[in-house]
Each structure stands twice: as C-alpha cells, then as structure tokens.
C-alpha cells in the first residue's frame, strides 16, 4: 500500500533552515510526481511546491518561492523540501503526497515544524 514517512522537522528561530524529508512507498515513485503541503494550526492544509517525476518541472506556492527548494532523489524513494528563511508563519505539520499539486486520499502522518523566538 501506498505510504508517506515525513522526517526532519524540528524548533528553530526566525531566519534558520531546515530540511525535510520524505519516503514513499508502495508505488514506482520514479514515475509520479510529488508535492509537499502544510496545515497550520487552525487552518487548513495547502500545498506548498511539487516536483514531477524526472525532477524538471518544480513549482512553488507564492509563500514558498525564493525561501523554499524541493528536489528528489529516485534511487532512495524520497523527495525533500529545504526551508531556508523561516518564518513564523511557516509553523505547520508538513506533508508530502503524490502528484503534482495534487494528492492521494493517504497521509503520511506529517513532520512538525515549529518557528519560534
């Protein structure tokens, strides 16, 4: 069956970095493309950038360009989002998921990262 295993959030201040990552499994992640989203307390999920397959096409949410940078490793089943210049605002539970700024009905259960002075 299809699953996502999200890692790599943690506490940080305004201004640092963090990566992220997620394994796939349970389907040829060589030929889908993928997509990290967030939902932030109170609100609901929204996607955050997407990569496809080969990793030539990317797209970015306005909140995620020129901060965020997601890319893809084929051979180890896993897509990373790298968050430079956090924000406040960037405080959620991230997720990834298959497709390309769209989803499957499967969540992993998500990575908290919290951005906090």
């Known amino acids: 069956q299809v699953q996502f295993v999200e890692s790599g959030g943690g506490l940080v201040q305004p201004g640092e970095s963090l990566r992220l990552s997620c394994a796939a499994s349970?389907?040829?992640?060589?030929?889908?493309?993928m997509s990290w989203y967030r939902q932030a307390p109170g609100k609901e999920r929204e996607s955050v950038a997407a990569i496809s397959s080969t990793g030539s096409i990317i797209g970015y949410k306005n909140s995620a360009k020129g901060r965020f940078t997601i890319s893809r490793d084929n051979a180890k089943n896993t897509v990373y989002l790298q968050m430079n210049s956090l924000k406040l605002e960037d405080t959620a539970v991230y997720y990834c998921?298959?497709?390309?700024?769209?989803?499957?009905?499967?969540w992993g259960q998500g990575t908290v990262v919290t951005v906090s002075s």
């Open positions: 998921n298959r497709g390309y700024f769209s989803y499957l009905g499967v």
């Open positions: 349970g389907f040829t992640f060589s030929s889908y493309a």
